[in-house]
């Protein structure tokens, strides 16, 4: 199977591996004051969310062996997580070597149940927040830590949805006249960012207006395919992954909208594959590297909600 890492990544210094190393280990995101990480995947078997120290001395997994976990996602003030998870699931669970072995870059499973859970930090206090026969993924909780915001193929069609983190009632769709990925709040709550798939090589990052679900593109992202947009603590600017010079790498993105995107490279990985940046109020930041092979084979098109 192929090698997927993640890293963190201090000011000022060179980044850490802080995955175990042995397998796929993919989608960092950061405890907002930058205490530790989370990521998902494993050696082997149905993926697991992980908890590691900032400085690869402790990695810890969150959820069982026996059921797969994927995309974490921590709340503003770091009490809560949300992720999907197949757990009670009657189905045929899908394993780290189907993700990123077998079927890379290629659409999931449209009979994949996956349900929406949340957790504190430690893996304690587990909570199952949506449930049926469908397909939630992506959980994102607001700033206040009330409202969820996920993608879906509730109905046939992949859309957005919010839901109250407590579960007290259904989730209710977006009316969003675009078709939006990879929901993410900025740190007032006024904005749900996102990509927006405009055709097979051009996909564009912007937001999604949590009341009305009016669509704005961020103009700064002009060309190529845009994905991951994380917002900075600060609430200036958005850090995503893109291939805008024909090859994956990060990128921050201001919201002004005319600013060009800025290249992070980190020290060391000049030539190597960076996605899904993150970063703590700290500076602290998260990446994961990929595998060349792996891209090679990764096909936007296909709008993979893994990826």
Known sequence: MLRFDVYSWLPNNDPVCISPGDGAYFQSTIHPDGEHALFWGGPSGPPRI???????????????????????SYCLNGQRVVYV???????????????????????????LILH????????SDIRQIT???????????SPDGKTICFVSIR??????????????TKPRKLNVPVTVYRPSWSPD?????????????????????????????????????????????????????SNRTGRWGLYELKLDGETPPLPL?????????????????????????????FWSRYRPGNQSLNY
């Not at 090589?201 to 593109?217: K, L, M, Y």
């Not at 103009?219 to 603590?233: E, K, L, R």
């Not at 490279?265 to 092979?293: Q, W, Y």
């Open 50 to 72: 992980w908890r590691a120290d900032l400085d690869g001395n402790d990695c810890t997994p969150l959820t069982p062996i026996n059921s797969g976990a994927r995309h974490p």
């Open 85 to 111: 998870s197949d757990c009670g699931a009657k189905q045929i669970p899908e394993t780290v070597e189907t993700v990123f072995d077998e079927n890379p870059g290629g659409p999931m499973r449209r009979d």
């Open 116 to 123: 929406i859970f949340s957790m504190k930090p430690d893996g």
């Open 131 to 141: 449930d049926g026969p469908v397909q939630d993924l992506r959980p994102s909780l």
């Open 155 to 168: 109905g046939g069609s992949t859309g957005l949805w919010l839901v109250p983190a407590d579960g007290s």
């Open 189 to 241: 709550g006024k904005r749900i960012y996102g990509f927006a798939a405009i055709s097979n090589e051009r996909h564009q990052v912007g937001w999604v207006c949590p009341g009305s679900g009016a669509w704005t593109p961020l103009a700064n992202d002009d060309i190529a395919v845009t994905h991951s947009p994380f917002p900075d603590p600060h609430g200036e600017s958005l850090l995503v992954h």
């Open 265 to 293: 490279i980190p020290h060391g990985f000049e030539k190597l594959i960076c996605v899904h940046p993150n970063r703590a109020r700290n500076g602290v930041m998260t990446f994961d590297s990929i595998p060349e092979e």
